[in-house]
């Protein structure tokens, strides 16, 4: 398995490298705590074109692969950026795959936030929302149907560990959502979108993983116990060295089920779902 990027791979990672940066600094940050969501980033991501990464050009999209769409979430988790990037992503691809097009122009445009409701909807449960924070809209799965949920008057922020921008939105009544594809064949796009989803997230949580490694790693260089650096104890380095293992899998799990879709190789669903609990 080549693990090189090309030289358009690398300008585009180093592209939202320097974004997230600039846009989503701890300061950043912990300033969207509160709603979890950062107004200025999800313009500045929608100005690059991120949220149509996997839409086809001719939607308006870039129609790049997965492998760039997860180096994209890469960087998005070692900046720890705010907001339901995975999410908007998959939804802007399955708005394309199902031929909304009003939609799919609001949402890659950044003035829409769609997210992606990843359990079954029902019409006696609430459920939670990444992004539901303010997310305007949802797409999800209702029996045979791919439908799209509009955001409800009674839509309310789930307080949380590390505030993601959790929303918890209401069962879905009949009159709060549109069918948007129904049948096998919209089930499985939507299925198959799902997979995308756990991918993307995947290389989010490494990349998260990595930076939370960088830091401890510099901390323990730094931070002076008896003289010493306390990495060069044993009970600091060791921990530090087995995290290493672990955080290189993370990453090394998301590109072997890359190169398994790429391949056809019908290990390819499992590696999926590997990689994401893993990470």
């Not at 940050?29 to 313009?43: I, K, M, P, S, Y």
Request: proline share 4%; hydrophobic share 50%; glycine share 8%.
């Amino acid at each position: 398995m080549n693990l090189a990027l090309t030289e358009e791979q690398e300008l585009l990672r180093d592209t939202f490298a320097a974004l997230f940066a600039t846009e989503s600094s701890p300061e950043r940050v912990r300033r969207a705590e509160e709603t979890g969501f950062d107004d200025e980033l999800w313009r500045q991501l929608a100005e690059i074109g991120a949220f149509g990464i996997r839409v086809p050009e001719q939607h308006g999209g870039s129609g790049l692969g997965l492998l760039e769409a997860a180096i994209l979430l890469h960087e998005a988790g070692r900046r720890d950026a705010t907001g339901p990037i995975a999410e908007s992503v998959v939804a802007c691809r399955l708005l394309a795959a199902l031929g909304d097009t009003a939609r799919l122009a609001a949402a890659v445009s950044g003035a829409t936030v769609v997210s992606l409701a990843l359990r079954p909807l029902e019409e006696t449960s609430a459920f939670l929302l990444a992004g539901g924070s303010r997310a305007a809209a949802a797409i999800g799965r209702r029996g045979d149907q791919v439908v799209l949920v509009r955001r409800p008057a009674t839509a309310a922020a789930a307080r949380n560990l590390g505030a993601p921008g959790l929303g918890r939105w209401p069962a879905v009544a009949p009159d709060d959502f549109e069918v948007l594809a129904s049948g096998r064949g919209a089930t499985d796009v939507f299925a198959a979108a799902l997979e995308e989803w756990k991918l993307l997230t995947a290389s989010y949580v490494a990349g998260l993983a990595r930076e939370a490694l960088r830091i401890a790693a510099a901390y323990a260089s730094e931070r002076i116990q008896f003289d010493r650096p306390i990495g060069t104890f044993q009970a600091i380095a060791h921990p530090l060295a087995d995290a290493v293992t672990e955080v290189d899998a993370a990453w090394l799990l998301v590109h072997e089920a890359l190169w398994a879709i790429a391949e056809r190789r019908p290990e390819a669903a499992a590696l999926v779902s590997t990689a994401f609990a893993w990470a």
